[in-house]
């Protein structure tokens, strides 16, 4: 089994930062992708952005030059750090994976696609 924890969100004005933080724990035998989402009240869940294990990093096109995403393979964490914040960035962000493990008897390789509970960035004045 595998767990994604977020953690980073919060309250923040127009044009600040905040930076999210996303660890995955368990049965991993690698990450094969990480990224972020979002949904808004309303909305529908879209990407905003992914980081392959070692691949160029994909941006939705309302962030890039704002948002930052990156991993830290050791830790088996990937982060988002988001500049220039503005409201229409409220939404609650979740952390994706595309995860591979490797268990059983005899082993069974499988990759599976998980998702944390997601963390709340509000953008107000």
């Known amino acids: 089994q595998v767990q994604l924890v977020e953690s980073g969100g919060g309250l923040v004005q127009p044009g600040g930062s905040l930076r999210l933080s996303c660890a995955a724990s368990g049965s991993i035998f690698s990450i094969k992708v990480m990224g972020w989402y979002r949904q808004a009240p309303g909305k529908q869940r879209e990407l905003v952005a992914a980081?392959?294990?070692?691949?160029?990093?994909n941006y939705a096109d309302s962030v890039k030059g704002r948002f930052t995403i990156s991993r830290d393979n050791a830790k088996n964490t990937v982060y988002l750090q988001m500049n220039s914040l503005k409201p229409e960035d409220t939404a609650v962000y979740f952390c994706n994976a595309y995860v591979a493990t490797l268990s059983g008897d005899p082993p069974s390789y499988r990759v599976m696609d998980y998702w944390g509970k997601g963390t709340l960035v509000t953008v107000s004045s």
């Open positions: 980081i392959p294990s070692g691949g160029s990093t």
